[in-house]
């Protein structure tokens, strides 16, 4: 299936291009955009510095100097995009991975948990069934370094955002904002409900591809006991 026309094609100063797929978060926007992103990869723009996608948009930084003899590079590269996307072969879901993510939701791993539970009106235990059963699809990375924000969790387990937030959350740990749930990779600041952590390393500064997880991924988390969960952290690996 040929995907169609974009809604919106937008400057943004004079060395980047936002391209809005859609008004709102859904499926068929984001394989859109994975669609399209897959493009970029293979397309090998000189003019590209590099893409940003996000849940309804991808940004494209560019070079201004290598839209050869443009005296608009805006509307050059605007153009080539435009050719882009009529050329685009549809989506591919098979393309993507499915990663599994061990976490451990015992209580010093998951100081929020009994809250979403009490929340949602569930046990600690039906919350980390729910969590657990569902496959969860990577909308975008953000936030910070490798942070995948997830679509597909249960309205069952939605919970808000924390009304203060905590100064420091470990690397690892896994959390539910609103009707999302996501993984920090890095130890930082932040809002979300903490119910468990993982033992792997979401974020590798030093890999050629640091973060575990890109968009279009697909994630399944495994619960894991308290001592399984040291096992991997020291082994490295699930």
């Not at 930084?61 to 050329?87: F, Q, T, W």
């Not at 974020?203 to 096992?231: C, H, I, N």
Request: net charge negative; hydrophobic share 35%; charged share 25%.
């Amino acid at each position: 299936m040929t995907i169609k026309a974009l809604e919106e094609i937008y400057p943004l100063g004079d060395q980047a291009i936002l391209i809005e797929f859609g008004k709102e978060i859904d499926n068929t926007v984001r394989k859109r955009i994975l669609s399209f992103t897959k493009q970029l990869e293979q397309s090998s723009l000189p003019w590209m510095i590099e893409y940003i996608p996000a849940f309804t948009t991808v940004t494209i930084i560019y070079d201004p100097a290598l839209l050869d003899n443009a005296s608009s590079p805006y509307h050059v590269a605007k153009r080539e995009i435009c050719h882009m996307l009529r050329d685009s072969k549809g989506f591919n879901e098979e393309a993507f991975r499915t990663i599994s993510i061990p976490v451990c939701y015992e209580d010093e791993f998951g100081p929020d948990l009994v809250h979403v539970a009490e929340v949602n009106k569930l046990s600690k235990e039906e919350v980390i069934a729910i969590h657990s059963a569902n496959e969860y699809t990577v909308y975008m990375i953000g936030f910070a370094p490798g942070f995948p924000y997830l679509g597909g969790m249960p309205e069952t387990i939605a919970c808000p955002r924390k009304e203060n937030p905590r100064g420091k959350i470990p690397a690892g740990s896994v959390g539910i904002a609103g009707g999302q749930t996501g993984v920090y990779p890095i130890e930082t600041p932040g809002g979300w409900q903490i119910i468990g952590q993982t033992p792997l390393a979401l974020f590798t500064p030093e890999k050629e591809e640091p973060s575990l997880l890109k968009a279009g991924d697909r994630v399944a988390f495994t619960p894991v006991s308290k001592a399984e969960f040291y096992r991997l952290r020291e082994g490295g690996e699930a």
